[in-house]
């Protein structure tokens, strides 16, 4: 059964960093889809970044070369990098994991893998 577990999360002011973090346990975490996604207030969910079974990367465009996906297979836990954060990244951030059997894109992430319960990332202008 897959359990996610987000930290990390926090209030900064724009221009800072942050990073999350995701414990996973109860599944084979090494080959699955994993990634981050968000939803802001009165906005739909996004996939933001993830990596595929074969530690391909994916981001959305409007955090490339701010954020960095990374994980530690050892560890069982997922990362995310952000930098130069801006108000517009504000939102829950969650994690997800997806079965192997799916083709690797952040939607198919967000739309069809576990989620953590979140952490909240809060940026000021």
């Known amino acids: 059964q897959v359990h996610l577990v987000e930290s990390g999360g926090g209030s900064v002011q724009a221009g800072g960093s942050l990073r999350l973090s995701c414990a996973a346990s109860?599944?084979?975490?090494?080959?699955?889809?994993i990634g981050w996604l968000r939803q802001a207030p009165g906005k739909e969910r996004e996939g933001v970044a993830g990596?595929?079974?074969?530690?391909?990367?994916k981001y959305t465009d409007s955090v490339k070369g701010r954020f960095t996906i990374s994980k530690d297979n050892a560890k069982n836990t997922l990362y995310l990098q952000m930098n130069s954060l801006k108000p517009e990244d504000t939102a829950m951030y969650y994690c997800?994991?997806?079965?192997?059997?799916?083709?690797?894109?952040?939607?198919?992430?967000?739309?069809?893998?576990?989620r953590g319960q979140g952490t909240q990332v809060t940026v000021s202008s």
């Open positions: 997800a994991a997806l079965h192997p059997s799916f083709l690797f894109s952040l939607e198919a992430v967000s739309t069809f893998g576990n």
């Open positions: 109860g599944f084979p975490y090494s080959y699955y889809l």
């Open positions: 990596i595929g079974s074969d530690g391909s990367t």
